[in-house]
Nanobody, 124 residues
């Protein structure tokens, strides 16, 4: 069973960049697809981006395309979320998620493993 720990959140101004990291332990991370979700204040958790176990396939929600990039380093057991041109509407708790196998999903119910979340706050 894999455990996930996110880091890298913080308070930034609009237009800034941040890199979130999600480090896995307890499993062979290269056999897991991974994703980032976020929960904006007062809203439901929503899909942001996902990556296949090889890193060869990635998916993004429309609102972050061209600004966010997901990547992974299986040797380090880590998935990254590079966020550029941040906007106030990106303010949320960001969660890393993983599921065994190479199937990538945008549905949070299809991910078995979750981190505790890291807060990202973007001021205007």
């Amino acid at each position: 069973q894999v455990q996930l720990v996110e880091s890298g959140g913080g308070l930034v101004q609009a237009g800034a960049s941040l890199r979130l990291s999600c480090t896995a332990s307890g499993g062979t991370f290269s056999t897991y697809a991974a994703a980032w979700f976020r929960r904006p204040p007062g809203k439901e958790r929503e899909f942001v981006t996902a990556i296949s176990w090889s890193g060869g396939s990635t998916y993004y929600t429309d609102s972050v395309k061209g600004r966010f990039t997901i990547s992974r380093d299986n040797a380090k057991g880590t998935v990254y979320l590079h966020m550029n041109s941040l906007k106030p509407e990106d303010t949320a708790v960001y969660y890393c998620a993983a599921r065994l196998g190479d199937y990538v999903s945008i549905r949070n119910g299809e991910y078995s493993y979750w981190g505790q979340g890291t807060q990202v706050t973007v001021s205007s």
